[in-house]
């Protein structure tokens, strides 16, 4: 009998902490890592299988902790858009949106339009599937899933309202839940707490808005939550040392205040919180030193709080109208409003609209994300090809109209097939490397999952190294790569308290083997492939020649680039990782 299931042999081993990285051989046995030992130190002979990883690093699997996979989830667990790219623990029921306590049509229409996955697609497999209605029962099915990589979750406060309330009642500014209600909401979170769930995400952003027919067009039910009830939640996550994700109302940027005040605790135990986002915004140049304020202030004075930072440029890709940034304005929300293109066309030619919209888009101090600069949005694709390449403000132009006017046109013209792209954030290097720096941030927000024609950051741990790596080929060196794979791997796991994130001895055995070369290429390419099991394509990334093997519990996930046929299809893989078991 072998003494390894699996030998990797002499590649530059990083155990997952700032420590210095050697040089090693890792053998791992029945899904753990069993030995660690100078490179040659381990007989191959001894092992089953034997990977050489010389001119690689191995390191733990990264964490991708903000991701919106909970409906893919259940119908494809390999989950291998993210596995392939070196991820094997991947975090669900973010932004206010897990899919636990609700009913499936509720469920499915807090999710669908907020996450730009389609209804239609998403709807019947919660009907078929979801079996359902508390937290026990989800990690139940979890655990009888054959899911590829680990997974962790919080529990959605917009799920979770309505689970209680139904969506009705948790979309009506009028209506405050009952005492019977909130101690209900209590209950079913404390029993998510039980059961290992991180703790609550929540969500202030009014311009995420609901699906269906029923209550279309609303914003999410956690919107509609007094805070006195946020925070009568939030001393179950304090009792339990768990954590709060939020998003704050970007249309009033001093409700932030309120997240600080939670997490000073203030004669209280200070609440883990980490929040929607540090970000070098285009449009507010202002976002960025306030987040570092906010930061200051709730670490210096006893918080425990952590922004979340996407380290790389945020681009983001259009369908026409079909984008969630036409939400933040009140133009851009009437014409979204109407799901029937022809009333919306209607809409986008009347005079009296386009003064609106021109209103809206030369307001330059209101709260945004997007820049609302069409000079500033190349276009990629559209039935008239003279269009493509060039961006809108040079077509109007040439036209001799208001760049605005040219926009709608374009849009009435040819609807969804006029596709473009922006980059709203994150643009300038110099101030990207000195945020992803800091130590009141999370490396993390790929959102994977949703957005699926709007955006790709699955490869978002390996543009985070070539960030690092390639400030250190140019001899300004951001971090140590240490540093770097800690960022990715064993500080988000020792922040929200999993075990997961380290392979050293005794650790459970989620490798990643990767050869640094490939992060020399473009890692911000995207192309499309095919969802499994969705019957859709969605934007993704490829990075052929940088991710060679990733194990999952001991077992190959990847091998030598390629997905293993058997990920998430038998049991052994990933698991559900319980929080405070770290």
């Not at 014409?335 to 986008?348: G, H, M, T, V, Y």
Request: aromatic residues 8%; proline residues 5%; contains cysteine.
């Amino acid at each position: 009998m072998s003494q390894y299931d699996t030998l990797i042999v002499g590649g530059r081993y990083f155990d997952g902490s700032p420590n210095p990285s050697r040089i090693a051989d890792v053998g791992i046995r029945d899904g753990r890592i069993h030995s660690v030992a100078d490179a040659g130190s381990l007989d191959p002979a001894q092992a089953a299988r034997v990977i050489d990883a010389r001119g690689c690093w191995v390191t733990p699997g990264f964490l991708d902790t903000h991701t919106h996979y909970d409906a893919e989830l259940i119908v494809a667990p390999s989950l291998s858009e993210s596995v392939r790219h070196g991820v094997t623990t991947v975090l669900i029921g973010s932004c206010s949106l897990s899919m636990v306590c609700s009913q499936a049509e509720d469920a499915s229409d807090i999710f669908t339009r907020v996450e730009t996955v389609p209804r239609e697609k998403v709807l019947p497999i919660l009907q078929e599937h979801k079996t359902w209605q508390r937290p026990k029962e989800w990690v139940g099915f979890i655990n009888a899933h054959p899911i590829g990589p680990n997974v962790i979750s919080f529990l959605g406060h917009s799920d979770l309202r309505t689970g209680v309330m139904g969506l009705h009642r948790a979309t009506d500014r009028s209506v405050t839940p009952t005492e019977e209600e909130l101690g209900r909401m209590e209950q079913l979170l404390e029993e998510a707490l039980e059961e290992g769930f991180l703790g609550l995400s929540t969500m202030c952003l009014k311009w995420d808005k609901v699906d269906g027919d029923r209550e279309w067009s609303k914003s999410l039910p956690s919107t509609y939550a007094r805070w006195r009830e946020v925070s009568r939640l939030n001393r179950l996550l304090r009792h339990y040392g768990r954590v709060h994700q939020g998003a704050p109302n970007a249309a009033n940027p001093l409700q932030v205040t309120q997240y600080l005040k939670e997490t000073l605790g203030w004669l209280r135990k200070p609440l883990k919180t980490t929040l929607i986002a540090m970000i070098d915004l285009k449009g507010n140049p202002t976002v960025r030193p306030m987040a570092r304020l906010v930061a200051w202030l709730a670490n210096g004075f006893g918080g425990n709080f952590r922004w979340q930072l996407l380290p790389t440029p945020f681009a983001i890709y259009a369908d026409g109208m079909d984008i969630v940034l036409f939400e933040e304005f009140g133009a851009g929300e009437m014409a979204l409003d109407i799901r029937d293109q022809l009333e919306r066309n209607e809409l986008l030619q009347d005079e009296g609209y386009r003064r609106t919209f021109r209103k809206f888009y030369k307001e330059k101090l209101s709260p945004r994300v997007w820049q609302r600069d069409f000079g500033d949005a190349i276009v990629l694709d559209c039935p008239d090809s003279s269009l493509v390449g060039r961006n809108f403000a040079e077509l109007a132009r040439e036209r001799g109209i208001h760049v605005v006017d040219f926009f709608l046109d374009m849009v009435v013209a040819h609807g969804r097939a006029l596709r473009w792209f922006t980059v709203v954030g994150n643009h300038r290097k110099d101030r990207l490397r000195e945020m992803v720096k800091s130590p009141h941030a999370l490396i993390t927000f790929s959102d994977a999952g949703a957005h699926i024609r709007n955006m790709a950051f699955y490869n978002l741990p390996l543009r985070f190294l070539k960030l690092v790596y390639e400030s250190q080929q140019q001899d300004e060196p951001v971090m140590s790569l240490e540093r770097a794979v800690h960022r990715l791997t064993g500080e988000q796991a020792d922040w929200l308290g999993i075990d997961a994130g380290y392979i050293r001895e005794g650790d459970r055995a989620d490798v990643t083997v990767l050869d640094p070369r490939g992060l020399e290429q473009d890692l911000e390419q995207v192309q499309w492939a095919e969802m499994e099991n969705f019957g859709l394509k969605r934007m993704v990334n490829r990075v052929p020649g940088c991710v060679k093997h990733v194990l999952i519990n001991g077992r190959a996930a990847v091998s030598d680039e390629q997905i293993e046929p058997e990920l998430g299809k038998q049991a052994g893989f990933g698991q559900f990782l319980r929080a405070g078991q770290h």
